[in-house]
């Protein structure tokens, strides 16, 4: 009877480990809940507004917020909810393109790296030691300065200075991995180098780097709208988020058209910092 009681309590107690290990805490769900509405406007703006983005009303410009001008409208009349709305399918692309080739390039190169090591992590390792020397955000202005002001090349350049960073995390990664017991075992097996890398060391190394990958998700969003507030996106009528904030600080009378993207980015980026420091907590 003791040893009964005691069996249902302990199953007892695991079951509520695990309901407390698999909840999802409110602010997580709220930051999840951000993400998709910021998914769905670039999927499906026309949802969400019947306004255009690039025509307005010219005796409505300048309105304040209201029932039917949710962010105001701007000096042309065109409403800013709309604007913010249809822009963030450009801002959310290039941030995608920009997380892909960071994490990409940056993965293949630490897992060369910290796979093979000898020369070529040597060789690797300056290469990254010198894109950490230079700040992210001034690399990414001198390629974007090369390539030419558009968004996509916005993204390129935001691409190319995160690969340093996943090119350090995964090389320590496969490092950890390699030294592991059961990859040795691999050898012993028969298996080869190629086997042991496919089949060893990328599955139990990446976990971590598409935790980084989220949160430079959100990290490429304030790059990408940092460029184009500098003139380094796409050109009007474009409604990037960073062009918007850009186009509003010219109307002091008209505050919220810099509140309104500048909002939007910072609770974008907010709900992706915290849903990747969720997934880290509970890898």
Do not use: C
């Amino acid at each position: 009877m003791s040893a009964d009681l005691t069996f249902a309590r302990l199953r007892s107690a695991g079951a509520a480990s695990l309901r407390t290990r698999t909840a999802l805490p409110p602010t997580v769900a709220l930051s999840f809940l951000v993400l998709l509405i910021v998914v769905l406007w670039s999927l499906v703006p026309g949802v969400f507004t019947s306004f255009s983005p690039v025509t307005g009303e010219t005796a409505a410009k300048l309105a304040a917020p209201s029932a039917q001008h949710w962010f105001g409208t701007d000096y042309l009349g065109r409403d800013q909810y709309a604007r913010v709305v249809h822009g963030t399918a450009s801002s959310v692309t290039s941030a995608l393109v920009a997380v892909i080739i960071g994490l990409v390039v940056g993965s293949v190169i630490g897992l060369a790296s910290g796979f093979r090591g000898g020369w070529v992590d040597t060789t690797l390792g300056r290469f990254v030691d010198v894109l950490l020397a230079i700040p992210g955000f001034l690399l990414a202005v001198v390629i974007v300065s090369s390539l030419g002001f558009q968004t996509i090349n916005a993204a390129i350049a935001t691409g190319v200075s995160a690969v340093a960073v996943f090119a350090r995390l995964m090389r320590v990664e496969v490092i950890r991995v390699r030294r592991a017991a059961f990859v040795e075992a691999s050898y012993l097996q028969g298996g080869n180098r190629l086997q042991a890398l496919l089949g060893h060391v990328l599955p139990n190394a990446y976990r971590p780097v598409l935790v980084l990958a989220v949160l430079q998700f959100g990290t490429s969003i304030l790059v990408i709208a940092s460029l184009a507030f500098l003139g380094y996106g796409d050109p009007p009528p474009a409604s990037d988020w960073g062009l918007l904030v850009a186009s509003g600080k010219t109307y002091p009378t008209a505050p919220w058209l810099v509140y309104a993207p500048a909002l939007v980015i910072v609770a974008t980026v907010l709900a992706v910092n915290r849903i990747s420091r969720w997934l880290r907590s509970t890898r």
